[in-house]
């Protein structure tokens, strides 16, 4: 199960870093659209937008990273974290529903939740 618990890690991490990136993305093409038009007022809600949205990208992706980041030193509070992200990525369909369900599944296990709460059972 330990093997699990490093595979929802990683994708916590990487589904994060997506979002991330996504958000860079957007941050990049609205500025330089927003640079590029003529008019002072689109130049403006481009470069609002821009900012706005990418801002909300990486607000939503840090705890990703910071829960990834608990699990792979097997902290409760980052196995609490994930599954509460968990319930939230079921509806980013699809890549979100199966990172959630897969990390859904994998926390819940006896061996997981003995593993977080220092239960003294070792991790297959």
């Given at each position: 199960?330990?093997?699990?618990?490093?595979?929802?890690?990683?994708?916590?991490?990487?589904?994060?870093?997506?979002?991330?990136?996504?958000?860079?993305?957007?941050?990049?093409?609205?500025?330089?659209?927003?640079?590029?038009?003529?008019?002072?007022?689109?130049?403006?809600?481009?470069?609002?937008?821009?900012?706005?949205t990418?801002?909300?990208?990486?607000?939503?992706?840090?705890?990703?990273?910071?829960?990834?980041?608990?699990?792979?030193?097997?902290?409760?509070?980052?196995?609490?974290l994930?599954?509460?992200?968990?319930?939230?990525?079921?509806?980013?369909?699809?890549?979100?529903?199966?990172?959630?369900?897969?990390?859904?599944?994998?926390?819940?296990?006896?061996?997981?939740?003995?593993?977080?709460?220092?239960?003294?059972?070792?991790l297959?």
């Open positions: 199960m330990e093997k699990h618990v490093n595979v929802v890690a990683a994708l916590q991490i990487g589904l994060s870093i997506f979002g991330i990136i996504a958000g860079v993305i957007i941050l990049v093409v609205l500025n330089t659209i927003g640079s590029l038009a003529g008019d002072h007022q689109a130049s403006f809600v481009l470069h609002l937008i821009g900012n706005i990418a801002g909300f990208f990486f607000l939503m992706s840090a705890p990703g990273v910071i829960a990834g980041i608990g699990l792979l030193a097997h902290k409760e509070w980052a196995r609490i994930t599954l509460i992200l968990s319930v939230i990525n079921l509806l980013n369909f699809p890549l979100g529903t199966a990172v959630g369900a897969y990390s859904i599944w994998a926390l819940v296990q006896d061996e997981v939740v003995a593993l977080f709460r220092g239960g003294g059972k070792k297959e």
